[in-house]
């Protein structure tokens, strides 16, 4: 198993330009998550998903978009990239243990700087 | 909303020694905290959980203790070695893990 992966690992834009990052798992997963790591901040929801098909808003979602149309992928999109959001962005999936917690996985993350 | 502090935000320890991180959350319908490893260049790695109906949990050299009357949570790991040192984030969920709030941080530092 790969785990969940990430891509690009690294990536620079201009403000105004779009992207999307690519997240993917191959454990069956039903639960996806993306956060962004800021210095001093930890990690904080952008968005998330609870299987294909359905996505709902973390705690910071503005100017980003998602879809789930897979179980295996969670792309990340930015409409239209500003320097507030360069920041260090993670992917996660979970499941259910037999205790009823969901054990998150994270990606090793995508560095992403806005000029 | 659910807020989680986080100290200290740093810590040196000697190695051989213990080192204690302590959080606090402020949602008592909290009922599942992890703590995650991160090592620079990685994502976290989640090291240790406990659920709100238990008061500690021991996995070898890590233990994380729970009180929930004062809301708050500690990892506590013992006979330190260089390869603890990296940063530790504590986590708050109130839905068993689906969303989390984390907190801020500690570098933990063991010096040989």
């Known amino acids: 198993n790969a785990g969940v992966t990430q891509t690009p690992k690294f990536q620079v834009l201009k403000t105004g330009q779009s992207m999307t990052l690519q997240c993917a798992q191959d454990m069956n997963h039903e639960y996806m998550s993306w956060y962004r790591q800021d210095p001093g901040m930890g990690l904080r929801l952008i968005h998330y998903s609870v299987g294909a098909g359905i996505t709902d808003q973390g705690e910071v979602p503005n100017g980003y978009n998602v879809s789930r149309s897979t179980t295996e992928d969670f792309p990340l999109r930015l409409l239209s990239a500003a320097p507030s959001q360069t920041s260090v962005y993670f992917c996660?999936?979970?499941?259910?243990?037999?205790?009823?917690?969901?054990?998150?996985?994270f990606g090793p993350g995508t560095r992403l700087t806005v000029t | 909303g659910e807020n989680v502090e986080q100290h200290p935000s740093t810590l040196s320890v000697q190695e051989g020694d213990s080192a204690v991180i302590k959080c606090t959350y402020s949602?008592?319908?909290?009922?599942?905290f992890p703590w995650y490893k991160q090592e620079l260049g990685k994502g976290p790695q989640l090291i240790i959980d406990?659920?709100?109906?238990?008061g500690e949990k021991k996995d070898q050299r890590i233990a994380v203790t729970l009180n929930k009357t004062a809301k708050h949570f500690s990892l506590h790991i013992t006979e330190t070695q260089p390869e603890d040192s990296a940063v530790y984030f504590c986590a708050a969920s109130t839905n068993y893990g689906q969303n989390f709030v984390f907190g801020p941080g500690t570098r933990l530092s063991v010096l040989p």
């Open positions: 996660a999936s979970s499941y259910s243990t037999w205790q009823g917690a969901y054990e998150q996985y």
């Open positions: 406990i659920r709100s109906n238990v």
């Open positions: 949602d008592s319908a909290s009922n599942y």
